[in-house]
């Protein structure tokens, strides 16, 4: 089988990394979300190239990385869990409340609300 059809049959799509940088030797290191690093652990994706895989797979067909559990699995930089644990512990804005009329929503008391009968017709188009 050519290198093009085992992607093709294989790779299902690409998982996008949360951090990304260089160890010493030069290899990429990815920071992935609990879900998309549970799919690397279990084999469904690549830890090098990201490519994830409709089945368990040992050698990667995009880069070629083989499967090794203790290199592709490592402590994330300390600063990549301080952001997390920073991101965490905002508190999230305040959001104004939905207005919706014609669903019987809120409507704000500074919303001024008009009758459609009162409504003039269009001096252009149909009217």
Not at 10 to 17: A, M, R
Not at 42 to 57: I, K, M, N, P
């Amino acid at each position: 089988m050519r290198p093009e059809e085992a992607i093709t049959r294989q790779v299902k799509g690409w998982l996008v990394p949360i951090f990304q940088s260089r160890d010493e030797g030069g290899r990429t290191l990815n920071g992935l979300c609990a879900e998309d690093f549970a799919k690397v652990c279990a084999g469904y994706a690549c830890s090098d190239c990201l490519a994830v895989f409709d089945t368990y797979t040992v050698t990667c067909p995009v880069c070629g990385t083989t499967r090794d559990v203790d290199a592709d699995i490592r402590e994330a930089p300390p600063l990549w869990l301080q952001h997390l644990r920073e991101r965490d512990l905002d508190e999230p804005a305040d959001k104004p409340p939905v207005v919706n009329p014609f669903a019987g929503g809120t409507v704000l008391p500074e919303m001024e609300t008009i009758p459609l009968a009162k409504l003039r017709k269009r001096k252009w188009g149909r009217s």
